[in-house]
């Protein structure tokens, strides 16, 4: 079984529905990200998450919002999806400044 | 914030080709790491490199933090190293700090 684990792995979804991606770890990291991915270009931060009370934007925020659930769980939400928001979403856990870890992508597909 | 320039942005070679990547960044790093993403879109990490020189197998990486740069090392390319490779890195300065990610370089190994 993969340490980070993010369901769902594909969604096709509507304009304007509400979505969220969950995301959950076994490795026992304290810190959590969210990342966004467009064809042909990198990654780039939405939020991210160093423990259960501390959230923080990243580079891309506007249009999301994340919950952490426990240290182990971090979701992200659309509240109401467009078709911009049509990207890879990636997970990723890791332990203060070590060694970063993703999981597999969720993607999503806003009609 | 911290910027990542990789290099080349395409490169196609001919199995059994060897072929090095660049990765520059512009502020002093507590943290770099090469990871590779197939064409299934998975993110496979490869090298956290933050110093020093490492080996795995056909692939190596030296990063040079005194001179901001780090290589990855391809020998005897395999098809299955086809896919992207992304630098990310991320600054001394700020102890929550976090990843940032170069654009990758696309590789693309012929039989």
């Known amino acids: 079984d993969a340490d980070v684990t993010q369901t769902p792995r594909n969604r096709i979804t509507k304009t304007g529905k509400r979505i969220m991606l969950e995301c959950s770890q076994t490795k026992g990291h304290d810190r959590m990200y969210w990342y966004r991915q467009d064809p042909g270009l990198g990654l780039r931060l939405i939020y991210y998450s160093f423990d259960v009370k501390d959230i923080n934007k990243g580079e891309i925020s506007d249009g999301y919002s994340v919950s952490r659930q426990a240290q182990a769980k971090f979701s992200l939400s659309l509240e109401s999806a467009i078709p911009n928001q049509t990207a890879l979403y990636f997970c990723?856990?890791?332990?203060?400044?070590?060694?970063?870890?993703f999981g597999e992508g969720s993607r999503l597909t806003v009609l | 914030g911290i910027q990542v320039e990789q290099s080349p942005p395409d490169l196609i070679l001919q199995e059994g080709a060897n072929s090095t990547l660049r990765c520059n960044f512009s502020?002093?790093?507590?943290?770099l790491q090469w990871f590779h993403q197939n064409p299934w879109g998975q993110l496979i990490n490869l090298f956290y490199?933050?110093?020093g020189t490492k080996q795995n197998g056909r692939l190596s990486a030296t990063t040079v933090a005194t001179e901001r740069y780090s290589l990855l090392y391809i020998s005897s390319s395999q098809t299955t190293d086809s896919g992207v490779y992304f630098c990310a890195a991320s600054p001394e300065e700020t102890s929550g700090s976090r990843l940032t990610f170069g654009e990758g370089t696309q590789l693309t190994v012929n039989p």
């Open positions: 502020d002093s790093v507590n943290n």
């Open positions: 990723a856990t890791r332990q203060n400044t070590g060694e970063l870890f």
């Open positions: 490199i933050p110093s």
